[in-house]
């Protein structure tokens, strides 16, 4: 469900016209939509109604500020993975007992920054990486509560690029030292073991990846709990897939929660989650304009003013996203594109071979479901500036992240002395 449709024929983002809107911000720019943020967040607490979760956003599916302040003020944590992650979470007001830590190469620094923030808990990746929290945490002072991220060797997720749970995967504890590590763990004095933490892949389309990785975390506490760790925590992470407008539908929140607590209800541990993608994919759009019509010999390409610095995943992970036409024009024929952007990469595409009404030069397009691994993942290839981010709230919208003049991008250049 997102607030993103048709009235007489225009696209609105809740009560705002999509093409009035281009008119005023020049596209291509990204446009969110507040009240489907807020939708999702509240569907996915009350999938859990009485169970008491942390609900941990996945702060690298979109971390702008202005979003995460709406998250946050529907009751929503972080998972951040980087230093810089954690201080936008903390900027935007997220307690710091609302913060979990992943990711594989924490350095030093970041470690230190989360311990004096007193985060709620480490998400640790490696033998190595323990032993140097555990460090840092004894000449701080601290005592760092720590899960390690155990990696159940399962396979899931939509694409090979985003499965993180297989044992060839970079991620996690191997399966079979889990154990072994938990006991090396509860003998370090500046690591407080509480829990177990799982990710395993993202756009995940079905419950059965989910259903074999946590009942194979489930014997693992109780297995953990045998060896006298007291283990009350279960980090069960992000990867529930949203609907791209293509064959897959991913199950329910309801469903997923349903699976979780048969299998975890008899723990009594208290849940984590990690969600990015399900909460923001659906809530933002890419508006983007038709700059020519080009009939190649082979194929007819849409060649719009977005591209893949501003959205990555077609080149990535071969993402589908659906494409419709901001203002509808349902007597035009149906025509087959390749829409793509006009980067100097073979990869540059947003959809091959896609039957749209025909478009023509000035027109606009929309690329839906783009509000997660969108405006995170924008680079400034081919020196085009980074592309506004609009947040909308009924009819009203702000510029939650203005496009760059032109100075501001190469601000950070300078040339050396001898030249
Ligand atoms: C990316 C990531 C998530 C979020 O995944 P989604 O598929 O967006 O829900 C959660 N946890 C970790 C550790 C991640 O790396």
Same mark, same amino acid.
């Given at each position: 469900m997102h607030h993103f449709e048709y009235r007489s024929g225009r696209l609105y983002a809740e009560d705002v016209d999509v093409a009035a809107l281009a008119d005023r911000i020049g596209s291509p720019f990204y446009v969110y939509s507040e009240a489907t943020l807020r939708r999702h967040m509240r569907v996915f607490h009350k999938a859990f109604?009485?169970?008491?979760?942390? &609900?941990?956003?996945? &702060? =690298?599916a979109n971390s702008n500020i202005a979003v995460l302040k709406i998250l946050q003020s529907e009751g929503s944590g972080a998972d951040v993975v980087s230093g810089g992650e954690l201080q936008r979470a903390l900027k935007a007001g997220i307690a710091p007992d609302k913060i979990v830590f992943s990711g594989i190469g924490k350095t030093r620094d970041e470690v230190k920054a989360a311990l004096n923030a007193g985060i709620y808990q480490f998400n640790v990746e490696s033998a190595p990486e323990l032993e140097a929290l555990n460090a840092l945490a004894l000449e701080t002072g601290k005592s760092a509560p720590v899960a390690l991220r155990v990696n159940p060797d399962v396979a899931a997720g939509g694409h090979d690029k985003i499965s @993180?749970?297989? =044992?060839?995967? =970079?991620?996690?504890?191997?399966w079979e030292e889990a154990r072994g590590l938990y006991g090396r763990a509860r003998e370090m004095k500046g690591v407080d073991v509480v829990g177990v933490d799982l990710h395993i892949g993202s756009?995940?389309?079905?419950l059965a990846p989910f259903e074999a990785a946590f009942s194979k975390a489930a014997q693992l506490i109780a297995d953990l709990r045998a060896d006298g760790c007291s283990i009350d925590r279960l980090d069960l992470g992000g990867g529930l897939g949203i609907p791209y407008g293509d064959a897959a539908t991913p199950p329910h929140p309801n469903d997923y929660a349903a699976l979780i607590k048969r299998l @975890?209800?008899?723990?009594?541990v208290r849940l984590i989650f990690e969600p990015g993608r399900m909460i923001c994919g659906n809530a933002g759009i890419l508006v983007t304009r038709v700059i020519f019509v080009k009939e190649g010999v082979a194929r007819k390409f849409?060649? &719009?003013?977005?591209?893949m610095n501003d959205l990555i995943r077609p080149a990535l992970y071969d993402a589908h996203h659906e494409i419709i036409p901001v203002i509808q024009n349902d007597e035009a024929p149906r025509t087959t594109y390749d829409v793509v952007g006009p980067v100097c990469e073979s990869s540059d595409f947003f959809a091959k071979a896609r039957a749209l009404p025909e478009m023509k030069e000035g027109d606009l397009a929309a690329i839906m479901?783009?509000?997660?691994y969108g405006a995170v993942q924008a680079s400034q290839y081919n020196t085009r500036p980074l592309i506004p981010e609009v947040l909308v709230n009924s009819d009203r919208h702000a510029v939650i992240r203005r496009r760059p003049s032109f100075d501001e991008m190469i601000a950070l250049e300078a040339s050396p002395d001898w030249l």
């Open positions: 109604e009485g169970a008491d979760p942390l &609900v941990a956003f996945s &702060v =690298k @993180t749970g297989r =044992k060839e995967d =970079k991620f996690g504890v191997a756009q995940i389309a079905d @975890t209800a008899p723990l009594g849409l060649i &719009v003013d977005a591209a479901s783009a509000g997660a």
